[in-house]
């Protein structure tokens, strides 16, 4: 392009242009955005000098100081030059060569294949488990978040910012808030039976951090971790993502079952919940709990124990913590308040041996930088206080009641042919189906229909072994609507009823 043709390139571009809401842009930002383009796509040539702003404004009818701010502009971001004495070029920004090539990109945006994810990266998207929907009938493993007490927790957070502190507005320390780790220690020594002082504590962001924390220390790419067949599906995306290989190991009614070949391949780490096996909500017997506390310490294994809901334990007291049980050393305890407070608080901690304890402290600040001490200071005054344990009472005696309207409705459509499990703590339970039923498609269905439900089989890393069912939330679904609700999931569940298994009973 010639220069003298610059001012009548920039008129027919300026009148033209108008910003997303149909309003004209002031000049000075046209003149600049045209010639940023322009340069950007070559159409201005490298090294091409620019007339005097002087000389443009007086052929574009505009003020000098107009066209000197659009040139500043693209100055200090590098599309113009300025040579002394001699005037102002086009900069040399980008090779040719590249340039070139990003014109020539496609316009509408890459497919996954072209995004070039990483093989972790696309086996964490392709295999991904999170939904979006999180919230109604019957979400699993939701608490009942419309009854936080709100009023308590908005007067400590105003408590907290009349007094605001630098230190609860700056980073976290490493390991988090103090106060929060003393009350947590103190909760999970009385509640749960652990063994730690507040120096143990982590405060992260969830379960979902405290193993990814820990399986980074203490863990190498490649390095083997048995979970449970059938398992959350956070504990396995999060391993496998930093390159961790996830063993299944089947659970039966006592746990985790480590069969002699499996015994014959230490792994580096072993992921259990043992006090409401997640999904099917088993407990682990005394007997596994010796066997793999001895296994690990004699192969120097880590167990890391996800006590993700326990507090909600409804015929019988909530049972004490693996790692309470461990005299060598070899448990790392995590918890979390998504179920006992709200899950979009992401708090989380995580207990670790002594020995590990100023590691992790540095290994959390140094991956993720941590913060939100203001929220820590409310939830350690929530805990001192005792809002805490009252909160989980309360919530425990209406789950429940929930429950148990739940386990009505199901009585009520089938009777005796389909069998629950795991509804004896926690937030959900699951419902069995035959082997042939298709639990994805009632699922989907249930998805049309307006009720968030879960395939059991979904949970499973061995096909071949998945169980058919349905995972049921009732924590977070209001008493009055699980009747009416499970009416509709059950009509769903009788058009996919394989032919060939027992009828269910006419409702
Ligand atoms: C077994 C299990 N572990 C961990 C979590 C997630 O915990 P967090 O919200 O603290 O990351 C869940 C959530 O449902 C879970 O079911």
């Not at 659009?70 to 086009?90: D, M």
């Not at 497919?111 to 109604?136: F, K, T, Y």
């Not at 809901?309 to 305890?333: H, I, K, T």
Request: contains cysteine; aromatic residues 8%.
């Amino acid at each position: 392009m010639r220069i003298a043709s610059l001012s009548d390139f920039l008129l027919q571009r300026i009148d033209r242009t108008l910003d997303a809401g149909g309003q004209r842009q002031p000049v000075n930002r046209q003149i600049y955005q045209v010639l940023r383009e322009a340069v950007w796509s070559h159409a201005l040539p490298v090294g091409l000098q620019l007339p005097s702003s002087r000389y443009l404004a007086l052929e574009l009818g505009v003020s000098r100081n107009t066209v000197t701010y659009a040139y500043e502009q693209l100055i200090s971001e590098g599309y113009l030059e300025t040579r002394a004495g001699s005037g102002t070029f086009v900069a040399d920004t980008v090779p040719d060569r590249i340039a070139g090539a990003a014109n020539a990109a496609p316009a509408v945006p890459p497919s996954r294949d072209e995004v070039g994810l990483s093989q972790r990266g696309a086996r964490l998207v392709g295999q991904a488990g999170v939904n979006n929907v999180q919230w109604g009938a019957f979400m699993p493993g939701i608490p009942d978040v419309t009854l936080f007490p709100n009023k308590i927790w908005s007067r400590l957070q105003n408590k907290h910012w009349r007094r605001s502190r630098a230190e609860l507005l700056t980073y976290a320390d490493a390991g988090g808030y103090l106060p929060l780790r003393e009350a947590i220690a103190n909760y999970l020594r009385v509640a749960r039976s652990v063994n730690c002082s507040a120096g143990q504590v982590l405060i992260t962001t969830g379960i979902h951090q405290s193993m990814d924390l820990a399986a980074r220390l203490l863990g190498d790419h490649g390095e083997r971790a048995w979970v449970e067949d059938p398992c959350y599906w956070g504990t396995r995306s999060v391993l496998q993502s930093i390159g961790i290989e996830t063993v299944p190991i089947p659970v039966d009614g006592e746990g985790m079952q480590m069969r002699p070949a499996d015994l014959l391949q230490p792994p580096r780490f072993i992921i259990v919940t043992p006090s409401h096996q997640y999904p099917l909500g088993t407990v682990m017997s005394l007997s596994r709990r010796r066997t793999l506390l001895d296994y690990a310490a004699t192969q120097r294994a880590w167990i890391i124990e996800d006590d993700y809901d326990s507090e909600f334990r409804y015929a019988s007291r909530p049972l004490p913590s693996l790692q309470g049980m461990d005299a060598q050393e070899r448990v790392l305890y995590m918890g979390t308040f998504s179920k006992t407070m709200f899950p979009g608080l992401r708090v989380g901690y995580l207990v670790v041996p002594k020995a590990l304890a100023p590691v992790f402290g540095t290994g959390l600040s140094e991956l993720y930088r941590g913060g939100q001490t203001f929220n820590q200071a409310i939830l350690a005054d929530f805990m001192v206080e005792g809002h805490f344990a009252s909160h989980i009472r309360r919530m425990r005696m209406l789950y429940a009641e929930r429950l148990h309207l739940l386990r009505d409705a199901i009585a009520q459509h089938f009777g005796g042919s389909v069998a629950t499990t795991g509804g004896e703590a926690g937030l959900h339970l699951a419902l069995c189906l035959p082997q042939d039923c298709d639990d994805l498609a009632i699922c989907q269905e249930a998805a049309r229909q307006g009720l968030t439900v879960r395939p059991l089989s979904r949970y499973y890393m061995d096909a071949r072994s998945a169980r058919r069912g349905l995972m049921l939330g009732y924590a977070a679904v209001p008493s009055e609507q699980i009747g009416p609700a499970f009416a509709r999931l059950a009509a769903i569940i009788r058009a996919y009823w394989p032919a060939g298994a027992a009828p269910l009973p006419t409702s």
